[in-house]
Nanobody, 128 residues
Framework: VQLQASGGGVVQAGDSLRLSCVAS????????MGWFRQAPGKEREFVGG????????GYADSVKGRFTISRVNSKNTMYLQMNSLKPEDTAVYYC??????????????????????WGQGTEVTVSS
């Protein structure tokens, strides 16, 4: 699986952005997907995860209520809608995928080491 993240940019506090992650191949719907971010000088952290069908989602406490993760399997695409952005959301955002061939409709992962494939990252800068 190859992943291409896009949609980053420079915005002001309170603005919104939507990130996209497009996956290559025909098995996108068999992958659990996730978003992570890495701020300057900090370790990469979990942002949100979504199950294969999109029925289950989970978020980091720092973004809960502001960010929404979604996916359209027919388009091989995952999204991260980010609203009410704050300067502390400034980071490089990465999408990640984990193939999960078993029937696990509600499973998503929060740990980085669960994911097998990573995109190149898209940078988000939020100014105050």
């Amino acid at each position: 699986v190859q992943l291409q993240a896009s949609g980053g940019g420079v915005v002001q506090a309170g603005d919104s952005l939507r990130l996209s992650c497009v996956a290559s191949g025909r098995t996108f719907s068999s992958n659990v997907m996730g978003w992570f971010r890495q701020a300057p000088g900090k370790e990469r952290e979990f942002v949100g995860g979504i199950s294969k069908s999109g029925s289950s989602k989970g978020y980091a406490d720092s973004v809960k209520g502001r960010f929404t993760i979604s996916r359209v399997n027919s388009k091989n695409t995952m999204y991260l809608q980010m609203n009410s952005l704050k300067p502390e959301d400034t980071a490089v955002y990465y999408c990640a995928a984990k193939p999960l061939p078993t029937y696990s409709p509600g499973t998503y992962y929060t740990a980085q080491n669960e994911y097998d494939y990573w995109g190149q990252g898209t940078e988000v800068t939020v100014s105050s």
